[in-house]
């Protein structure tokens, strides 16, 4: 058995923060499905009795352990391999500080609506605008904060690069707005992102459900 | 100079996480007002480029550093007074776990819900509709948790429980539920946060804007 197991699917962009940082590290791991689209969803009451209470994805399993919370996670194995997780206390305060924002105002916003928009395909016109109001005010951070720096803290990618670009290599059509035109230097991150070595795509990392692809 | 400094305001539940903290340690503080009601707003240019570039309060003064993100506050201090950051590194994981849960799902529709409803006194029916949907789901894990468990992370009192409890002292009637009512684990879980010694309510921790309180 692999050291590590990820309860994930393709379209989940919080598990492939988790499978980014497992390839990252070159640990040995492999996925478990979650059927998020079919008969086997985060928040039925079998999976928050036996996975996770909170309801979601991911969730790694090592040894007897089963850890949720990508932000914790990956804290988790930057500690364990020695790698990502910043140079010194400073950086690694740093580097949580913007994994909590990454949490719950640039992912948070930005997952949520393609939720909706992409595969639930419902909501509500003014709930859309409420997300897209909160997605522009986060972007608008991190292109400010990204246009003075290569990555998010310091000058090497750690774990919060990770955990920020979660939901930004899906589909550009997702987005209702032009990335690289609007946010030239999250664009460029992104970039520098997708040159690093182990790179791997969500779809290349985990199994997804073919309903959802269409 | 005391040795901590903070900028907050009585009506921030994500300040009075920090106050909270300062004055269960026993530090040495005292706050620096935002007058987020006023004409200091958090998100202007001057507040974002000299006090935090995410636009936000609380931010901790600590000699030469501004601190910003209540979670990763909380950790620092606890890490610096050696108080209340669990016990060993699986309570630490646990409780670094939850406080993702909080910043993104606990605290964060709630909080959101409150300005729109408290203090800006706008916001489109559905939009209401949508966070109030996400404050219940967020609430039924908790309350589900804290139905087995004295704290949130073991028998004793830590920073996830600091975090959780930020926007739940302020009145009742913000609330559009009777908390008591339908949530009595989370209740009296309450209870026993403000039965712990030195503590105090926001309004006594940190300096309000008159024109908030009414």
Same mark, same amino acid.
């Given at each position: ?106 992912? =948070?916003? &930005?997952?949520?609506?393609?939720? %909706?928009?992409?595969? @639930?395909?419902?909501? +509500? ?5 409420? *997300? ?55 664009? =460029?991150? &992104?970039?520098?992102?997708?040159? %690093?070595?182990?790179? @791997?795509?969500?779809? +290349? ?5 073919? *309903?959802?692809?269409?």
């Amino acid at each position: 058995m692999p050291e590590y197991q990820l309860y994930c699917f393709a379209q989940s962009g919080n598990s492939y923060k988790v499978a980014l940082m497992l390839s990252f590290v070159g640990a040995d791991w492999a996925p478990i499905f979650v059927d998020f689209f079919g008969n086997r969803d985060t928040r039925s009451q079998p999976y928050r009795a036996d996975v996770n209470e909170m309801g979601e994805a991911p969730v790694l399993v090592h040894k007897a352990r089963k850890l949720s919370q990508s932000g914790a996670i990956l804290a988790y194995l930057a500690q364990r391999s020695g790698q990502l997780g910043g140079r010194d206390e400073i950086e690694r305060y740093e580097i949580q500080r913007w994994i909590l924002f990454d949490n719950h105002r640039f992912t =948070a916003h &930005l997952a949520t609506h393609r939720f %909706l928009t992409v595969f @639930a395909k419902a909501g +509500d016109p003014a709930v859309i605008g409420f *997300l897209r109001g909160r997605v522009k005010s986060a972007f608008a951070i991190v292109e400010n904060h990204l246009t003075a720096t290569e990555f998010t803290v310091g000058s090497t990618a750690t774990i919060v690069d990770i955990s920020m670009c979660g939901y930004l290599f899906y589909p550009a059509h997702e987005l209702w707005f032009d990335l690289a035109a609007e946010y030239p230097a999250i664009s =460029a991150w &992104l970039g520098r992102i997708k040159a %690093l070595p182990r790179r @791997a795509h969500p779809h +290349d990392l985990m199994p997804g459900h073919p *309903l959802a692809d269409a």
